[in-house]
């Protein structure tokens, strides 16, 4: 899809992804994040959530993969533009299997007219629909190529 495509209202929603394991342990080793929440499963068993959780940043990433995975973006995707008013309203546990929703919520062309900007609203959701993390990313898309038949003749 192209800029000419999107407009505001249009909602996406992608596959589930199960949260292992394997992926926090992953991420914490890349990320250098070792905090408790994510790594020390006995002092976790008496916290609020009473287990390990995932870090917010890897609930963050996996949504950004999702909305990927869609295929929507993917011919036009130029560049992200920002997270902004990103929430964490509740902790992406081991085991969860979450998916993304993504919301047109604006389209406008940028100032040289060549390009579009996709204002979007992301919530990643679990198996019981609770929204975990929600938030705007923007990104820049580009307009549908010109057809041979729309080329001017000399």
Do not use: K, Y
């Not at 006995?42 to 940043?57: D, L, P, T, V």
């Not at 609930?59 to 869609?70: E, M, P």
Request: aromatic content about 8%; some cysteine; overall charge negative.
């Amino acid at each position: 899809m192209f800029f000419e495509d999107f407009e505001a209202g249009q909602v996406f929603t992608t596959q589930g992804r199960t949260i292992t394991e394997t992926d926090v342990v992953l991420f914490a080793g890349w990320s250098w994040d070792t905090n408790p929440p994510h790594t020390d499963a006995e002092s976790m068993r008496e916290s609020r959530f009473g287990e390990r959780i995932a870090h917010g940043m890897l609930g963050i990433s996996v949504a950004l993969g999702l909305a990927s995975r869609l295929g929507v973006f993917e011919d036009s995707s130029i560049a992200l533009l920002g997270i902004d008013d990103w929430r964490f309203t509740g902790p992406v546990r081991i085991g969860d299997t979450v998916r993304c929703g993504v919301e047109i919520v604006g389209a406008r062309l940028t100032s040289r007219g060549d390009a579009g900007i996709l204002d979007r609203r992301f919530e990643l959701r679990n198996q019981r629909d609770e929204v975990l993390q929600h938030g705007r990313i923007g990104l820049m898309v580009a307009r549908r190529p010109a057809s041979p038949a729309d080329a001017p003749t000399s």
